[in-house]
């Protein structure tokens, strides 16, 4: 079956103390098409300005993303450009310029309204409310979320959570959104705001699911080297939807396989820049990423 994933389509200028690497394809989307592009054909709904390098546009193609619904207009793609500390974990950012993504609203072509999975990755809730009103009989709807939705449009997305079957943010954010120390204690909250699966992400420590079958932690496959994380956590959620979506059966009976698929799939992300190491993987190098993540979890 087929994903549409709607998402920033960004040029990311990284900076590493050991490296620093101008205007890479960046983006929630981006990301997100590109590692559920490796389980099922992926849509992407987006915005970019007549700067976008004709380079990025021949990327997505040769991951077969369908690109009906990327708006190509006159102006500046959104461009973000961010630094990391030595360990990686922390970052901030330097610029954010909006170009066209500042005045982006969604819109679906008929052909794409009856896709059955939908991510709603990393944007503005109203936008992903716009989009989820295009669809008409989703099968399964998840989306991302940050900290800056949490602080300057949390009403909206409230009533978001509301319409979605899955809902990902990252442990500061479950507790920001709750107000609870306690993990178990801020899903059990996030899941009455009306989300039947919640999924933390925890970086370098894997992730938590809370469904109706109970609990279940996944860790991230270890590296020895982190190149760059930027995208990894979109490649994480693009994976785990993708994987989804090339399986027959219920989602309860294949959710927690779909979770360690988007884990192996975000660890390639994080070894290159941008989205440089990912595009090179394969699906027998996932597999055999997630055959390792099974033994080491396996007792």
């Known amino acids: 079956m087929s994903v549409i994933v709607v998402g920033s389509t960004a040029l990311d200028s990284i900076k590493t103390p050991k490296s620093s690497n101008p205007r890479l ?32 546009l021949n990327l997505y193609q040769r991951h077969k993303i369908g690109l009906e619904a990327l708006q190509r207009v006159p102006g500046k793609t959104f461009h973000w450009s961010g630094e990391y500390e030595v360990n990686m974990n922390n970052r901030r950012t330097l ?56 602080n300057i449009a949390l009403e909206s997305l409230l009533k978001l959570l509301r319409r979605v079957d899955a809902f990902v943010l990252n442990d500061s954010e479950a507790r920001q959104l709750t107000k609870e120390d306690n993990l178990p204690a801020a899903l059990r909250k996030i899941h009455r705001l009306g989300p039947k699966y919640v999924i933390v992400k925890k970086g370098e420590h894997g992730s938590v699911l809370s469904s109706p079958a109970g609990l279940f932690v996944a860790p991230a496959f270890p590296l020895r080297k982190v190149v760059d994380p930027t995208g990894a956590g979109d490649s994480f959620v693009g994976g785990l939807i993708g994987y989804l979506a090339s399986r027959t059966g219920s989602i309860d009976s294949n959710l927690r396989r779909a979770i ?18 990912i595009t090179k993987t394969t699906r027998p190098a996932i597999a055999e990423r997630v055959r390792a993540l099974e033994k080491m979890t396996c007792f």
Request: glycine share 8%; with cysteine; charged share 15%.
């Open 25 to 56: 394809l960046g983006g929630s989307a981006s990301h997100a098409c590109v590692a559920a592009s490796f389980f099922a054909k992926t849509n992407l709904v987006g915005i970019v300005g007549n700067d976008f390098p004709s380079r990025y």
């Open 95 to 150: 610029a954010t310029e909006l170009g066209v993504f500042e005045t982006f609203t969604p819109e679906l072509p008929e052909s794409l309204r009856d896709v059955p999975y939908v991510l709603l990755a990393n944007i503005a809730p109203e936008l992903q409310h716009h989009v989820l009103d295009q669809i008409r009989k989703p099968k399964f709807v998840i989306a991302d979320t940050m900290d800056l939705w949490l």
């Open 260 to 277: 360690v698929h988007g884990s192996a799939v975000a660890s390639f992300c994080c070894e290159g820049f941008g989205l440089n190491r």
